[in-house]
């Protein structure tokens, strides 16, 4: 069993930045890749960022990409999600999943543990 707790969201302007983490209960964090899904107002959850169980690889939607980057500290049981450049489209509730294989998908059908979700408003 795998706990997740967010923290780290709130409101910022457009062009600000937010740091989101994710951090992990139990000993086998290292052994689950882990992903950012968000979910803005009247849409599906989608994918955002993903991070496999090393650390070493990750993959960002085109929509972030070059802006949001997500790494993790396995030895803090932790996982992250730097956000920059905030648009107003990126307001949403953002939530960390985790799965027991080495590497991350990008479909949400495929998480075994979900965060409660944390707000990120970003105003114009």
């Known amino acids: ?5 967010e923290s780290g969201g709130g409101l910022v302007q457009a062009g600000g930045s937010l740091r989101l ?3 992990a209960s139990g000993r086998t964090f290292s052994n689950y890749a882990m992903a950012w899904f968000r979910r803005a107002p ?3 959850r989608e994918f955002v960022a ?3 169980a ?3 690889y990750t993959y ?4 972030v990409k070059g802006r949001f980057t997500t ?3 396995n030895a803090k049981n932790t996982v992250y999600l730097q956000m920059n450049s905030l648009k107003p489209e990126d307001t949403a509730v953002y939530y960390c999943a985790a799965r027991q294989r080495p590497t991350y998908v ?12 944390t707000q990120v408003t970003v105003s114009s």
């Open 21 to 23: 983490s994710c951090a």
């Open 106 to 117: 990008t479909s949400d059908l495929h998480y075994d543990y979900w965060g409660q979700g």
């Open 60 to 63: 960002s939607t085109d929509s």
């Open 54 to 56: 090393s650390g070493g």
């Open 71 to 73: 790494f993790r500290d």
């Open 42 to 44: 009247g849409k599906e």
């Open 50 to 52: 993903g991070i496999s």
């Open 1 to 5: 069993q795998v706990q997740l707790v």
